[in-house]
């Protein structure tokens, strides 16, 4: 699902978890891996790697728990939409469902 929606976007690097399909249905289940908190962290670092950005200039983004890894190691950490104990952890906080608003988020990093 997230793939084509990349492409689209001229997205370089994406991670996301793959829904299995049977005979065209949802089966509920995940294929490989999981993509959870210690993995988020870990794909942040090594794009900033691959692309040769040095952490302190990477955007984390996320709403739950599982994001706070993440949201803590990038250069800016920010709240999307997210939980309050998201929110408390964050650098910044978006509380409307825009991502364009980034632009002027990451113009003060």
């Known amino acids: 699902m997230v793939a084509p929606l990349a492409a689209e976007l001229g997205v370089d690097a994406f991670t996301a978890n793959e829904l299995e399909i049977v005979d065209g249905r949802l089966t509920g289940r995940l294929l490989g891996q999981i993509v959870d908190r210690a993995a988020k962290e870990h794909?942040?670092?090594?794009w900033a790697t691959q692309f040769g950005v040095p952490m302190a200039r990477t955007i984390g983004?996320?709403?739950?728990?599982?994001?706070l890894d993440m949201l803590g190691a990038a250069g800016l950490g920010i709240a999307f939409c997210a939980k309050p104990v998201v929110v408390e952890a964050a650098d910044a906080a978006l509380s409307f469902p825009?991502?364009?608003?980034l632009k002027l988020l990451w113009a003060e990093v």
Do not use: I, P, S, V
């Open 61 to 67: 983004l996320g709403d739950g728990a599982n994001d």
């Open 98 to 101: 825009r991502l364009d608003a």
């Open 43 to 46: 794909h942040l670092r090594r």
